[in-house]
C-alpha cells in the first residue's frame, strides 16, 4: 500500500518571494516515479513536475522545482518568484511505474498575495 | 484538440436514481482511469482500465461500476447513488499504463455530483 501525507492544507506567499510545500509518502514499490499536479480554481488538473525516484538529482522546470530526499521519502516542491497565477491546489502523488498505482495527498491550497 | 471529455459537468440527482458521467478521449490512449476528489482526501481511484475491456479496481470502487467496450470511451456508472457519492469526479487517459516521460496522463474538466 502506498501513502502519500501533505501536512499544510494551506499556505501562502508574497508575490515574487519562495513558498516550499511539503509532501512525504511511504511506498513499498522499489521503482517509483513522483509527481506535483496543480488545480486552479477551473478545476484543471495540470502536471507542474515529476521526479524518477532512481535519479539522485532534483527535477526542476522553471520556477519550479523538488527537493527529493529518498531515504527520508519527502518530495518538497519550491516554487521560486511567486506569481498570482500560482494560486491553485497542489497535489503531490506518488506511484510504482503504472498509473494503477498512482497514490494523491490531500492537497495544498497555495494563495498568493499581490 | 487532443483532450479528455466528461460530461456532464454538473450533476444533481436523488439516491438511488441510476446515472452515467461519460468519459470520451480522442488520442488513441490505452489507459483510462476514474478519480474522486473530496476535501481532506485528495483524489482518490475508483476504477482504472490498461485497454479495451481490461478493467480494475482502484481504491475506492465501491457503489460503481465501469465497462470499457472501445478504446475512447470509459463510463462510470453509479447504480443506486447515494448521498456520500457526492463528489467531484476526474477521468483521465494516458497512452499507456506506464507512468513514463512519453506518458503523461490527460485529466477531464471534471463532474461535479450532488445525491440528495
Known amino acids: 500500500a502506498q501513502t502519500v501525507t501533505q501536512s499544510q492544507p494551506e499556505m501562502s506567499v508574497q508575490e515574487a518571494e519562495t513558498v516550499t510545500l511539503s509532501c512525504t509518502y511511504d511506498?513499498?514499490?522499489?521503482?517509483?516515479?513522483l509527481f506535483w499536479y496543480k488545480q486552479p480554481p477551473s478545476r484543471q488538473m495540470i502536471l507542474v513536475i515529476r521526479q524518477e525516484a532512481y535519479k539522485q538529482q532534483n527535477a526542476t522546470e522553471n520556477r519550479f522545482s523538488v527537493n527529493f530526499q529518498k531515504a527520508a521519502k519527502s518530495f518538497s516542491l519550491k516554487i521560486s518568484d511567486s506569481q498570482l497565477g500560482d494560486a491553485a491546489m497542489y497535489f503531490c502523488?506518488?506511484?510504482?511505474?503504472?498509473?494503477?498505482?498512482?497514490?494523491f495527498g490531500q492537497g495544498t491550497i497555495l494563495t498568493v498575495h499581490p | 484538440e487532443a483532450q479528455v471529455t466528461q460530461n456532464p459537468r454538473y450533476l444533481i440527482t436523488v439516491t438511488g436514481k441510476k446515472l452515467t458521467v461519460t468519459c470520451s478521449q480522442n488520442m488513441n490512449h490505452e489507459y483510462m482511469s476514474w478519480y474522486r476528489q473530496d476535501p481532506g482526501l485528495g483524489l482518490r481511484q475508483i476504477y482504472y482500465s490498461m485497454n479495451v475491456e481490461v478493467t480494475d479496481k482502484g481504491d475506492v470502487p465501491e457503489g460503481y461500476k465501469v465497462s470499457r467496450k472501445e478504446k475512447r470511451n470509459f463510463p462510470l456508472i453509479l447504480e443506486s447513488p447515494s448521498p456520500n457519492q457526492t463528489s467531484l469526479y476526474f477521468c483521465a487517459s494516458s497512452p499507456t499504463y506506464l507512468s513514463s516521460y512519453n506518458s503523461p496522463l490527460h485529466f477531464g474538466n471534471g463532474t461535479r455530483l450532488t445525491v440528495t
Open positions: 511506498t513499498s514499490e522499489s521503482d517509483y516515479y
Open positions: 502523488a506518488s506511484g510504482g511505474t503504472s498509473y494503477g498505482k498512482l497514490t
